[in-house]
C-alpha cells in the first residue's frame, strides 16, 4: 500500500501543480486513497519532496534532485544566517543567540546535523544551549557557527 501511495504521489506532483499537503491530500481521496495528513507528511520526506517556484511563480511539489546531504547543509546554513546571532561556550556547554522567535527552529536545523558528541538542546524564544560531551567539542562548533554565520555577507548583523 505504501509504495503504491508513493508512487502515486510521485505522479500526481509530476502531472499538475500541487502547492499543500491539503491539495495532496484531496487528489490522493480521488484517486480512492484513505489517508491522514501525517502519512503524507511521512511521506513527503521520505520522497525528498520539496517546494519550489515554477516558472509562473506559482509554488508546488516537486522531487528533490539534490543528495539529502546537501539539502541539510543548504537548510543548516540558511536556517543559522537568518536566525542565529552568535555562538559562545563555557565549558562542554555551548549557547546560540538568535533573533527573537527564531530559536526554536535553528535548534531543530541545529539538531539534524548530528554534531559528534552533542549531547543535548535546548530552545527557548531567541537561545538555544547545546550540551555536549568534552569542553573542545563545544569549542570546536562554537568556531564553526562563527564561520558560517562570519562568511555571510548578506546577513547584516
Not at 56 to 78: I, M, T
Not at 117 to 138: C, E, N, Y
Request: charge should be negative; hydrophobic fraction near 40%; proline fraction near 2%.
Amino acid at each position: 500500500m505504501k509504495k503504491k501511495r508513493q508512487k502515486l504521489i510521485l505522479q500526481l506532483i509530476a502531472e499538475s501543480v500541487i502547492g499543500t499537503q491539503e491539495d495532496l491530500l484531496l487528489r490522493l481521496r480521488e484517486a480512492g486513497l484513505d489517508v491522514t495528513q501525517a502519512t503524507i507528511s511521512r511521506d513527503i520526506k521520505e520522497l525528498r519532496i520539496v517546494k519550489l517556484m515554477d516558472e509562473s511563480g506559482q509554488y508546488r511539489y516537486a522531487v528533490s534532485d539534490k543528495p539529502e546531504e546537501e539539502n541539510l547543509e543548504f537548510k543548516f546554513r540558511s536556517i543559522f544566517v537568518h536566525s542565529v546571532k552568535s555562538a559562545d561556550y563555557a565549558g562542554n556547554a555551548l549557547v546560540l543567540h538568535c533573533y527573537t522567535g527564531m530559536a526554536q527552529a535553528a535548534c531543530a536545523a541545529f539538531d539534524s546535523m548530528h554534531w559528534e558528541g552533542l549531547v543535548g538542546s535546548l530552545a527557548g524564544d531567541d537561545t538555544i544551549f547545546a550540551l555536549f560531551r568534552t569542553p573542545q567539542q563545544a569549542v570546536q562548533i562554537s568556531h564553526a557557527i562563527q564561520s558560517i554565520l562570519e562568511e555571510e555577507p548578506s546577513k547584516g548583523v
